[in-house]
């Protein structure tokens, strides 16, 4: 069982250039999630979404697109990379919105972004 | 907005000694608050989680205590191990409308030999 899958696990990207980190879990999760976590300020949610078709902000969304065709993925798009956005990412997901009732996210490894 | 505050950021602790970290929320409709353990270059892992109608759950060496009227709950590792070194997250539910964890801004735990 994979759980939840995260590429690329690295990345090194110049100012300006866009690109799109990938998540896909294999558990039928509804609710999948994108945080960044950074030195001293935890793990601050960018977008979240609770079924297909169904996306919405969290905390720190500017700079960041996601969209959710399907169940399994759920894409993070940086539309024109800043060094502030240097950071690690994690994906999350959880069965429906279970993880208010047991507070459980399931996340991935990690894709660690460097723009320069 | 859910405000999750969490201390100390840092913690050294002797093995076989108790590990102690805080955490205080603002406010929340839902009533399950975890805690999340990290290790480097992983994703952070559910380790406990507490339903606030209690006032404390234990899991092994790994304990929650819950304060409902003052908002704030702390995780207890007991006889710390080199192992349980790692950086550990609460977090506690945003308020009714949202779906999503607030998590606190962790506390890295260092276990001495």
């Known amino acids: 069982n994979a759980g939840v899958t995260q590429t690329p696990k690295f990345q090194v990207l110049k100012t300006g250039q866009s690109m799109t980190l990938q998540c896909a879990q294999d558990m039928n999760h509804e609710y999948m999630s994108w945080y960044r976590q950074d030195p001293g300020m935890g793990l601050r949610l960018i977008h979240y979404s609770v079924g297909a078709g169904i996306t919405d902000q969290g905390e720190v969304p500017n700079g960041y697109n996601v969209s959710r065709s399907t169940t399994e993925d759920f894409p993070l798009r940086l539309l024109s990379a800043a060094p502030s956005q240097t950071s690690v990412y994690f994906c999350?997901?959880?069965?429906?919105?279970?993880?208010?009732?047991?507070?459980?996210?399931?996340f991935g490894e990690g894709s660690r972004l460097t723009v320069l | 907005q859910q405000q999750v505050k969490q201390s100390p950021q840092s913690l050294i602790v002797q093995k076989g000694g108790i590990s102690i970290i805080n955490c205080a929320y603002e406010n929340t409709a839902f009533d399950y608050f975890p805690w999340y353990q990290q290790f480097p270059g992983k994703g952070p892992a559910l380790l406990i989680a507490i339903r606030p109608d209690v006032s404390e759950k234990k899991e092994g060496r790994f304990t929650i205590s819950f304060n409902k009227s003052a908002k704030q709950f702390s995780l207890h590792i007991m006889d710390s191990q080199p192992g349980d070194s790692a950086t550990y997250f609460c977090?506690?539910?945003?308020?009714?409308?949202?779906?999503?964890?607030?998590f606190g801004k962790g506390t890295m735990l260092l276990v001495s030999p």
């Open positions: 999350a997901s959880s069965p429906h919105r279970e993880h208010l009732n047991t507070g459980e996210l399931f």
């Open positions: 977090a506690a539910p945003r308020p009714r409308g949202y779906s999503t964890l607030t």
